[in-house]
C-alpha cells in the first residue's frame, strides 16, 4: 500500500476506501504537530499506524521540522521510542525527560 501525502495529511488509500490518515499542522517555519492518527478498523492490526508515522518522521526529519505530538498513539510512540525523540521541540524532550 502506497503512502501519498498532501499539505496536511500522509495517507492510504485503497479502492478509494480511505485505509488509514495521520494529520499534521505547521505551527511555525520549523515546528508541526501530529494532530490524529486513524485506520480504518477493517486494516488495524496490520502496522499500518506506525507506517504512517514513520513517513512523517521521515518528512520531519528530511525538512529540519520538530515536532509536538498532540494526539494520543504519536505521543505513546515518542515516549516509548527514544531513537525518535530528537525529533521532538526541546520542550516536549524536557516534559519526556530526553533533554536537561
Known amino acids: 500500500m502506497e503512502i501519498k501525502s498532501e499539505t496536511n495529511r500522509f495517507y492510504i488509500e485503497e479502492s478509494d476506501i480511505l485505509v488509514?490518515?495521520?494529520?499534521?499542522?505547521?505551527?511555525?517555519?520549523?515546528?508541526?504537530?501530529?494532530?490524529?492518527?486513524?485506520v480504518n478498523?477493517?486494516?488495524r492490526g496490520k502496522g499500518l499506524a506506525k507506517?504512517?508515522?514513520d513517513a512523517v518522521l521521515e518528512y520531519?526529519?528530511?525538512?529540519?521540522?520538530?515536532i509536538v505530538p498532540v494526539?494520543?498513539?504519536?505521543?505513546?510512540?515518542?515516549?516509548?521510542?527514544?531513537?525518535?525523540?530528537?525529533?521532538?521541540t526541546k520542550n516536549y524532550q524536557k516534559l519526556l525527560g530526553g533533554e536537561k
Not at 488509514?20 to 486513524?38: R, W
Not at 520531519?60 to 520538530?66: G, P, Q, S, T, Y
Not at 504519536?74 to 525529533?87: E, G, H, R, S, V
Open 51 to 53: 507506517k504512517l508515522l
Open 71 to 88: 494526539c494520543s498513539y504519536a505521543k505513546a510512540t515518542f515516549k516509548n521510542d527514544p531513537n525518535i525523540q530528537y525529533l521532538l
Open 60 to 66: 520531519a526529519d528530511k525538512n529540519n521540522l520538530k
Open 20 to 38: 488509514g490518515e495521520i494529520g499534521i499542522t505547521k505551527i511555525d517555519d520549523s515546528t508541526i504537530s501530529i494532530d490524529h492518527t486513524f
Open 41 to 43: 478498523e477493517n486494516y
